[in-house]
């Protein structure tokens, strides 16, 4: 009987540890989601500036034409990043529900 409570006791650590350790994840995903959604952020002010000089006649066509397409790809590598982070989560859980069990 004692030997079977050290097992579920062992089996209920095991969970706590794996949920603590779940939740740091969830934090530090978290905090990188709002970082880079920050930054996503500043790269669509970045391209609005951008477009407002060139009107504005500060910028040539040719300048505003590469620094919009560098804008773009910065964003759209941002993008890339939070939609592994958001699919990442789901994935964490299924594996620590294996371990677990």
Do not use: W
């Not at 097992?7 to 949920?19: I, P, R």
């Amino acid at each position: 009987m004692k030997v079977e409570a050290r097992k579920q006791l062992g089996h209920a650590k095991k969970a706590s540890d794996s949920k603590l350790i779940l939740s740091a994840n969830h934090v530090s995903k978290y905090d990188e989601s709002a970082k880079l959604s920050a930054k996503l952020s500043g790269l669509e002010n970045r391209r609005v500036t951008l477009y407002e000089n060139y009107v504005d006649g500060l910028l040539s066509k040719q300048s505003y034409l590469e620094a919009k397409a560098k804008c773009e790809g910065e964003k759209s590598s941002i993008e890339s990043k939070l939609k592994e982070l958001s699919e990442q989560p789901a994935v964490a859980v299924a594996e620590t529900k294996q371990t677990i069990v």
